[in-house]
């Protein structure tokens, strides 16, 4: 099996947008990104597990090392996605209290809003609209922002069951982090 654009490299720079040529570091590489139906739409290009540095989990908490695909694939759109998992200490042992989840897709942010979710609403991620909506049952917040498909994706849930830790509180440091790593155009 090949990993493409995975090996690891010099870190991208911080603080800024970077340009799609940029070099990541990733010490923990995963498999491409699964094939898409040719749909009316383009397919997702930006693949966060390829693209996105050990740097930017590793600054919210996450461990890299964790990096897993988290991909959703239909006919006529798709989620591209990867996983980061945060360990806490739950009563002496270190487990897993929560989860970083970073998704590009083909589906527009005007879209997302017409989606209608429970409990979204408007919100900016450094300058950009974004749109903010926050599961009940899983303990979950997204924020979706434009992004070098269409629309990118940040997750944060926790494990409220065992830790004090909450995801949700994270979430604009989450999207704000990960904005500013992306690839300019």
Known sequence: MAIVGCSPTTPAPTGGPTDTDSPVAIASPVS????????????????????ID????????????????????????????????RKGDVRG??????????SS??????EMRARNYEGAGPTTVNGKEALFHRTRSAES???????????????????AAFTTWVGCDHIDEAARTVEAALPTK
């Open 32 to 51: 491409p990104a699964p094939n898409q139906p040719s749909g009316a739409r383009q397919p997702v290009t930006f693949d966060p597990c390829a693209r």
């Open 141 to 159: 917040c997204y924020i979706a922002f434009p992004g070098p498909d269409a629309t990118i994706e940040v997750r944060v849930d926790s494990t």
């Open 105 to 110: 897709t083909n589906v527009s942010l005007d």
């Open 93 to 102: 042992q270190q487990l897993d209290v929560g989860n970083l989840t970073v």
């Open 54 to 85: 050990d740097a930017v989990p590793a600054a919210l908490g996450f461990d890299p090392m964790t990096r897993k695909r988290s991909d959703f694939v239909f006919d006529d759109y798709a989620f591209i996605g990867c996983e980061f998992s």
